[in-house]
DNA sequence: CACGAGACCTGTTCGC
DNA sequence: TGCGAACAGGTCTCGT
């Protein structure tokens, strides 16, 4: 599910209700979502300590504890939420935090792709990440740097987490509509203007979403209405809203992608 | 370095 | 209706 708009939207919330909360007991109800460390000493650690603040950095939730920091990535279905009062688990539930104030926290991830770290220095989970796409630092200039040192499609590299940390597949597919870019264009063919649409694509897409407060699908997540608004995502044979031509459903790198053909020609169109 | 295939998982939708 | 195939918001690893 969650792309960066859905990750910032849930680190907010999070951070609003957690702050000061103690860990009572800890219930890991599928030890493979637990990255490191192992699952005895994960219960013995998180014992006792308190929540000091949520964050994100890319696609991963960030909470710092007392004595450590919780890195969780959602993966493709995963969720975290704060329950009030007792919580029955439910089938797909993998971690449950009893806490102070009567209150859960709850890791929910039907698809058992979700991971969990619990570490002293963060950065050992983080470091490799690329910039962040709404920094003040990622500037045009660094952007155009970066695009050019590499010979890439621009979908497959937009969603690299080394080289950008927090695109996925929807909003990879939005911005290059937005930016009238053909998903397989190459990373170092682009002129500068070209480059600048890209940009400032990524960034009032991003924008938007976190806005709308994310995406939501099926019952996974709730709260976002940013799929009511999508320009091509999931779009294929419906009409571009810039346009009127059919959108169309191609493979890059193995991931569906959408785009218009005549918005975003490639180098034949 | 770039890229494709396969793996990791469960659930829903699609096509016959 | 039934059943298998295709597909889903992500990432990792391996081979070429």
Known sequence: MPE?????????????????????????RWERSLAEPSPAEFVRRLNGQT?????RRGKFLHLSLSADHMLIHLRMSGDLQVVSGVHLPEKHDRLVLDLSGDRCLVFNDTRKF???????????????????????????????????????????????????????NIYTDEVLHIAKLHPCLLSDSLSEAQVEKLWL??????????????????????????QNHFRVYGRAGLVCPVCGTTIERMLVGQRSTHFCPNCQPGKDG
């Open 4 to 28: 960066l708009p859905e990750v910032e939207t849930i680190a907010r919330k999070l951070n609003a209700s957690l702050a000061g909360s103690r860990i009572l007991s800890v219930d890991l």
């Open 201 to 226: 694509a990524i960034r009032d897409i991003l924008q938007e979403g976190i806005r709308r407060k994310g995406s939501s699908f099926d019952r996974v997540y709730r709260g976002g209405d940013f």
């Open 114 to 168: 979700g991971r969990i770290w619990l570490v002293k220095d963060p950065d050992q989970v983080l470091g490799k990440l690329g910039p962040e796409p709404l920094a003040d630092d990622l500037t045009v200039q660094v952007f155009q740097k970066r695009l050019g040192e590499r010979h890439r499609q621009l979908k497959p590299l937009l969603l690299d987490q080394t080289f950008l940390a927090g695109l996925g």
């Open 51 to 55: 929540f000091e603040q949520v964050s």
